[in-house]
Every structure is written in C-alpha cells, then in structure tokens.
C-alpha cells in the first residue's frame, strides 16, 4: 500500500517530541507492512526492533495519543458520508503468558486467563467500509482475591449503573452523539448487539433533542406498558407476533457450533446452515421500566423490527432478530433498510478477526499491560486499513488502484501474478484487489470476493515486491547490474 496514507493517518500526531512523532509514522509503517510478523521481523534490524519497543515503552506515549491523529482523519472521512454506521462492541485482548504473566492484566471471563477487555467505536459506511476507529477503551477487570465477597445476582441488581462495567456501552453511547455535534450533515446510527439491551442505555438514547438514531438487538422480552382503554398486551415479542407481516425472505444462515455446552440460551446452541423463511414485522411499544429501588426511570416508547423463522427444522434453534430502533418502521422499505443496517453490525467482528488473527495483537511479548496497550493502538490503525483496502475494493472496484498503491506497488504483484508486463494504463482497484488476494492464496471465483484473510497475506507479500521493484526493477535507478 501506498506509503501516502501513513502521512494522512498521522497528520495530527502529537506525541510531545518531533522525534517521537517521526519514530511513529516509521513503526506505524514496517508494522504495516508485515502485520502477521513478529515485532522483530517486521522492523527488519536490531536497531529498528529497539527504536519500536522504546516507542511504546516512552512516558509521553499513551494508547490515547496514538489513536487521536487516526480518529482526526477518520472523522475526515465520515464527513463526507451522507450516513454513516456507528458500531461499537467489546473484545477480549487474551494476554495470558505460559510462565511469566504481563504485569497489570486482569482476569477475563473463565479466570483462568488473564488480559484486558477493548470497547470500540467504529465507524462504517452502510454498504460495510470502515472508516475507522473513533474510541478505544482499553481495560482490566481488577484481581478477585479469596476473601473478595461473592455477591449474588439481586446485590449485582441493585448496584448503581455506573459501578457496574456495562455502563460502558452508555459511556460510549454519549461519544458517538458528542460524534454527531460534529457532523450535523451527516446522518449517523449507532448499532448494538445484545449486550447493550440495557433499560438506561435506551432511555439515554431517546433523549432529546435527539442527535443519532439508533439500532439495539433485543435480548429480553420486556414488559409493556399498556395504556388506558387499550387490552393488556403483557410482553414485547407476543405483542409484535400479532402485527401483520410486513413481508417474507429466504435467508442463507451460517451454521455455527454451541460456544459453552451448558448454556440454554437459544443463541448460544449449535445451529447447522440452511436456507430459512423469515417473516418481518413491526410496531410501535412503550416499554415499562424495570422496578429497581435505587432508579426512578420512565416507560419509554421504541420501535420494534422482529424477524422470526417460520418451518423451522424441529431439531435446530429458530432465527429471531428483534430489533429495538429509533428509526422509523412504518413502511416495509424502513424496515428492510433497518436489517440492511444492523447486518454490518458483522463488520465489527471481522474487524476484530483482522486484529486478532492477522496482526496477532495476542501474540505480542510485552512485560506490562501500559506497553501491550500502546502496541494494540498501533494495531488498531493497521487493522483499519487492511479491512479498508479489502472493503473499497468491493465499494469501489471501477475506481484506479492509484487510489491505494503506488505504481511500484501494482506494476509487481501484475508481473508476478499474470505474467505479462504491466500495462501502461493502471488497473483497477477492484481488479488490482484480486491481484493482490491471489498472492495470499485467494482462488478466483465469481460472485465470491476475496475475504480479509487473503487480501492481508496478500498484501505483506506485494510489499516485499514493492522493494525488489525499486531496488532492481525497469525503473530502478542506480540497479545492482549498473553497478
């Protein structure tokens, strides 16, 4: 990739020393360049290797001051958006050591692993590029030690909200409105999976005046509220059954295994692929609050997208999405734009796959957790821009592939994977994106586009072309055999 977009993701860069900032862009760029590789690989020397560790070991470096020029520019980007999707969802970073374990992690969820959790937001297009990321929040849990008091499930009920960690979803909730103020142009919808079906989250959400809409995926039935002269309809999901349907789908759905075999919850069951008939429905509800003696909440009224499988095979788990939305569900167009949207919710957790399994932010040796977190937000840049060049190939394939790489790099990975000589006119970048997958393994095929996986490979390999390019290729100058 174009050395280019370094510059534009660090223009705002302020790390409290003009060397610090230099030392970032080149970490930002050799890290880049070979994400799957180790830190000591992909600087290439032992110098480089020592400058990269001291940077994310340096006091004036921090997680934040890392990711803030990455935000600046994407935040250019989402102002040229007429509607942009703001996802945010929580990972876990697994920092466990098989001997010395790194100082400052905390316990995730079996406790028998340690590490730190990652909120983020991420912003989308409504066809699925990203971005890129506008808030990173790095933490871990706190040690329990034995004589810790084991609280039951009615004292973790009647904690304050903001004492415990899912208020992290509101925390995030008000960046992304304080993200509006600063596009009024710009149409922006937060997206949510079920972890964030808390009352006080949607109660936030529906303050006015209102500055983004929103989607949540439902994960309880909660209880209406009825009112006066209208029959008691007790509960969310009995209430939308009795809408007419909007309208009817075929659906592919993936098959998937049971992730813990002793959770009965239906989305957590093994479920084979198969199509599906999907019915859609809608309605308008005002939801109860909760009865919690510390809170004095009101009953709020949402909107409501329920899809439910019809005919499903007796011995697998039905499809049902109920979302809660402050978007409109009048027409079956709003509806059907509703599901559009929350499907790239998905987009999220290939962002994460990317961070995970192709820059192997686990994987990193760090003795402290402050040192771990400031690699991880380099990591988060690339993640971004690997996802990105994945992405616009399929947003965008008639555009020219100068758009991402620079000549040096295109007229290469050409020769190698066709065979012929480059063309005097660029290709373009949806068909130099395959160029680029099948250096990665990818095999073409029609209607299946490349995936990330193989466009990352791909790309690490296009980049060691890229040197060999300038170094001995036709337009090298000073080549080896002139020497």
């Known amino acids: 990739m174009s050395e280019d977009w370094i510059l534009e993701e660090t223009q705002t860069v302020s790390l409290g020393d003009a060397r610090l900032n230099t030392r970032f862009r080149e970490v930002l760029a050799q890290l880049g360049a070979r994400p799957t590789a180790s830190i000591p690989a992909a600087c290439g020397g032992h110098t480089e290797m020592t400058a990269a560790y001291r940077l994310f070991d340096?006091?004036?470096v921090t997680f934040e001051r890392i990711l803030a020029p990455h935000t600046q520019a994407s935040r250019t980007r989402m102002a040229a958006q007429a509607t942009v999707l703001l996802v945010q969802d929580t990972t876990e970073i697994d920092a466990t050591r098989p001997k010395q374990q790194v100082e400052g992690a905390g316990p995730l969820n079996e406790g028998t692993r340690q590490g730190m959790l990652l909120q983020v937001l991420h912003a989308f297009t409504p066809d699925g590029t990203p971005l890129g990321t506008l808030v990173g929040t790095p933490w871990a849990r706190d040690e329990k030690t034995n004589d810790a008091p084991v609280l039951s499930r009615a004292q973790r009920y009647?904690?304050?909200?903001?004492?415990?960690?899912?208020?992290?979803?509101?925390e995030t909730l008000n960046q992304a409105q304080d993200e509006a103020d600063r596009h009024p142009d710009t149409q922006f919808i937060c997206i949510c999976d079920s972890e964030a079906d808390i009352y006080e989250v949607l109660h936030a959400a529906?303050?006015?005046?209102?500055?983004?809409?929103?989607?949540?995926?439902?994960?309880?039935?909660?209880?209406?509220?009825?009112?006066?002269?209208?029959?008691?309809?007790?509960?969310?999901?009995?209430?939308?059954?009795?809408r007419p349907v909007l309208f009817s789908k075929t659906i592919n759905v993936r098959g998937r295994d049971a992730k813990i075999a002793a959770n009965t919850r239906g989305r957590r069951q093994a479920r084979q692929s198969r199509s599906a008939c999907v019915e859609?429905?809608?309605?308008?509800?005002?939801?109860?609050?909760?009865?919690?003696?510390?809170?004095?909440?009101?009953?709020?009224?949402?909107?409501?997208?329920?899809v439910k499988e019809i005919d499903a095979p007796a011995n697998d788990v039905p499809v049902e999405w109920c979302l809660l939305t402050s978007l409109p569900v009048e027409t079956a167009e709003q509806v059907s734009t509703i599901i559009q949207y929350y499907c790239m919710r998905w987009m999220i957790e290939i962002f994460f796959r990317v961070l995970?399994?192709?820059?192997?932010?686990?994987?990193?040796?760090?003795?402290?957790?402050?040192?771990?977190?400031?690699?991880?937000?380099?990591?988060l840049i690339i993640a971004w821009r690997t996802l990105y060049v994945c992405r616009l190939g399929r947003a965008c394939p008639d555009i020219n592939c100068e758009a991402i790489f620079d000549p040096a790099e295109w007229k290469p990975v050409w020769k190698i994977v066709r065979h012929t000589n480059p063309p005097t006119k660029p290709p373009s970048l949806g068909e130099m994106?395959?160029?680029?997958?099948?250096?990665?393994?990818?095999?073409?095929?029609?209607?299946?586009?490349?995936?990330?996986?193989?466009?990352?490979?791909?790309?690490?390999?296009?980049?060691?072309?890229?040197?060999?390019?300038?170094?001995?290729g036709p337009e090298a100058q000073g080549r080896a055999q002139d020497v």
């Open 356 to 379: 995970k399994s192709g820059c192997h932010v686990e994987q990193r040796r760090f003795e402290t957790l402050d040192r771990l977190q400031n690699c991880l937000a380099v990591y």
């Open 280 to 306: 859609v429905r809608s309605a308008r509800v005002t939801l109860r609050p909760p009865r919690q003696r510390d809170a004095h909440l009101p009953a709020i009224a949402v909107n409501v997208v329920l």
């Open 206 to 242: 529906q303050a006015e005046p209102r500055r983004i809409d929103w989607i949540v995926r439902g994960c309880q039935n909660r209880a209406l509220q009825s009112n006066v002269g209208e029959p008691a309809m007790h509960h969310l999901c009995e209430y939308v059954l009795t």
């Open 433 to 472: 994106t395959i160029l680029v997958a099948q250096l990665g393994g990818y095999i073409y095929r029609k209607n299946s586009p490349p995936g990330p996986q193989t466009i990352w490979i791909g790309l690490q390999r296009a980049h060691d072309f890229a040197i060999c390019w300038k170094t001995f």
């Open 58 to 60: 340096n006091e004036n």
């Open 158 to 170: 009647a904690l304050p909200f903001e004492n415990k960690e899912s208020y992290r979803w509101l």
